[in-house]
């Protein structure tokens, strides 16, 4: 009798369900929108995740009772308080499959970890890192951005870049081409304008912003190429913590980059590359090619015993091909 897994990738602003069989063979997808309960609460969460599971479900042709394992990873799912109401949340689905559920940096780890353990590290509007070793052990940052000392993403590049605008205006640092690029941008008038306008919030500039920075800085200017610099030495710092809370230091392994900030720059990479070898010199950087939802019929796979190396691949491509028609 065919076996049957389903992952679940909840995020902030769109999840997916996936069905796969023993043989890696992605039967069936379901897509849908934010599920992180810090966005739309549990009530949220509970909704997409019963939209996505069932239509994944009801593509592959399969019912639930026929899952023999399930993994779920959950953004905004970070606390041990969290773990209840979440794990209710999934109760909701009514698998009788054993299954886990952990934050999704975890699944775009095994997406991404040919071994299925390393580092991962997520550069998007925001970062996240965590870590897992060859047992499952698991090593994490906060998670919870500037307050805790945890920088690198798109929205810190940005206030880091406006900074040096104020900086330059104040002449309390050197001028650099990001202030004529956000006046323009903006549409501001002049600087004072730009800068009267951010203070007022008449205007904003947020994540989105960060693909100027990258090109001023490709375009020669000092300023903003030591941004992105500053950048890549903080995400390079988010894996040292956990690389130390795992014992990786002397270790062969994978850091897997996810989103949309990797795209940037090689500069980027570069430098944290950079910071991460002083630590770890055997550590090997990838980007993430996989959809972070293959992580979840991994973790799904690993709940049944099922091991995955052979197929894991099969998995990806057919994943991909699915989502290439949806």
Known sequence: MAKYFLG??????????????????ALGLGVGGAGN????????????????????????????NQLAGAGFGIAGYDWPAEREPTRQAIQTLGLSAPLAFANDT??????????????AVVAGTGTNCRGRDREGREGRIIGAGSWSGEYGGASELVDKAVQAVALAWTQRGPTTRLTEAFIDLTGATDVMDLLEGLALERYRLSAAAAPIVFQVAAEGDEVAQEIIHWAGHELGSL???????????QLDFEVILIGSLFKGSPTLIETMSATIHAVAPKARLVRLAAPPVVGGVLLGMEQAGVEYSSIRQTLIDTTNAMLDKS
């Open 106 to 119: 975890i699944i775009g780890l095994l997406a991404g970890a040919a071994e299925g353990w390393g580092v």
């Open 8 to 25: 679940v990738d909840i995020g902030g602003t769109k999840s997916h369900a996936l069905i796969a069989d023993e043989t890696g063979r």
């Open 37 to 64: 309960h810090e966005v739309v609460g549990y009530q949220g969460l509970v909704e997409t995740l019963n939209a996505i599971t069932n239509e994944a479900l009801s593509m592959a042709g399969i019912s639930k």
């Open 239 to 249: 894996a040292i913590g956990v690389i130390r809370q795992l014992g990786f230091e």
